[in-house]
């Protein structure tokens, strides 16, 4: 059976190291030193090196590498009518690092008077396109629009969040998001995307133990949470084309090289597996946190997972072998075994402008790698 469009063997989450350049520009875009199509300008120079070398290290889903972010999810919500970034989460979490992101809070009703991701994506197809026109791009390329998943404007905040004011209640507010993302899904697919990641860090953290307590405590039962959100997504990408790619990350934190949540898929395997309408999944796997591979018994035989077995979150290589055993021992709970897995790296390698605690050489050793392993385990598949 085929890969859905858009998925390879050797795949990966869309985030990478910033620049140098970027990071400082968008400092001095804070200060008032440099103007906003100023810094576009440099994005965009800085964007097409990315995306040639992800083509030249042998990956096909081609990301923007998120250059245009500091955070992976607050950066697109922002752009939507009716939300705010204000001050900092909370947690009961530790943070090594000391860092909580900002909050996203609704104080109006929810809109989307713009196409969010559209320019961003124009770009980075004019750069595949290029690339294939010098005949730097062999064979099929795809460009893979990653967004936050519509649970990030409610999971973390909560009906605290939500201006009561403009939602009284909470069913017209999910109404409205998934109204908002139905039409930025139009709008891409309008401008030719086929390929939409949804990043959502909620069903992974409901995988936690702690989590799910303090979850408990803001929205009641984990469990209805967990179909509440499945069914909230699944309204939200109701409306895509047949011909559009819909896949799931669920990531656990990447914060320069730390991790937030840990425990087994089990307590959302069912729902995740089972009712997401999703095409493929993206796994975190990297280590024993994640627990063992027995949740993806649940997987149907028509669905894909790209399993996050190596790590973004260090500098050394991964070891070739252990990662060729560990994608066959997932295998064997997989109803048509390696023929439903490919590979990618846990998470990102930059979901906030920070980045992991490794180089870019680093970095693109370890996808140089990724490729390798798949063609190795997948042949000219991969």
């Not at 799931?248 to 309408?277: M, T």
């Given at each position: ?130 690339a294939?026109?010098?005949g730097?791009a ?14 990030m404007?409610?999971?973390?905040g ?7 004011e ?20 139009a ?22 133990e702690g ?36 896949g ?50 649940h ?27 560990r994608?066959?021992?997932a ?10 897995l ?41």
């Open positions: 059976m085929p890969l859905p469009a858009g998925v390879y063997r050797a795949d990966h989450v869309g985030s990478f190291l910033r620049p140098k350049e970027i990071l400082s520009a968008r400092e001095k875009l804070d200060t008032n030193g440099i103007s906003a199509e100023e810094l576009r300008k440099l994005e965009d120079e800085h964007i097409a090196r990315v995306a040639q070398a992800q083509l030249d290290a042998g990956i096909r889903s081609v990301t923007d590498g998120e250059f245009r972010r500091a955070f992976f999810h607050i950066d697109f919500l922002q752009h939507l009518a009716g939300v705010e970034r204000q001050g900092s989460l909370s947690s009961t979490n530790v943070t090594t690092h000391g860092m909580m992101p900002p909050k996203v809070v609704v104080v109006d009703k929810l809109g989307h008077p713009n196409a969010i991701q559209v320019d961003d994506f124009n770009f980075v197809e004019s750069q595949i396109a290029k294939r026109t010098a730097s062999t064979g099929a390329a795809t460009c893979k629009v990653c967004i936050p998943s519509p649970t404007v409610h999971f973390r909560g009906r605290e969040s939500i201006s009561t403009a939602y009284p209640a909470l069913e017209p507010f999910f109404e409205d998001l998934v109204r908002v993302y139905q039409e930025e899904i709008d891409l697919y309008a401008a030719g995307c086929r390929f939409v990641q949804l990043d959502d860090t909620n069903l992974a953290y409901l995988c936690d989590m799910r307590k303090e979850a408990a405590q803001r929205h009641g039962d984990p469990e209805k949470l967990t179909k509440q959100y499945a069914a909230l997504i699944n309204a939200a990408i109701s409306k895509r084309p047949k011909d559009m790619v819909v799931i990350h669920l990531c656990r934190g990447n914060y320069r090289s730390q991790w937030f949540a840990q425990g087994s898929y089990e307590p959302v395997a069912e729902v995740l597996f089972k009712e997401l309408d999703v095409d493929v999944y993206f796994l975190e796997y990297d280590d024993a946190r994640s627990g063992d591979f027995s949740p993806l018994r997987l149907p035989e028509n669905k894909i997972v790209v399993l996050g077995v190596m790590s973004s979150k260090k500098a050394e290589l991964d070891d070739k072998a252990d990662i060729i055993r994608l066959n021992e295998a064997k709970y997989c109803p048509r075994g390696l023929d439903q490919c590979l990618s790296h846990q998470c990102g390698f930059s979901s906030t402008a920070e980045g992991n605690d490794l180089t870019e050489e680093e970095q693109w050793a370890k996808i140089r790698l990724e490729v390798e392993i798949a063609n190795e385990v997948w042949g000219s598949e991969a």
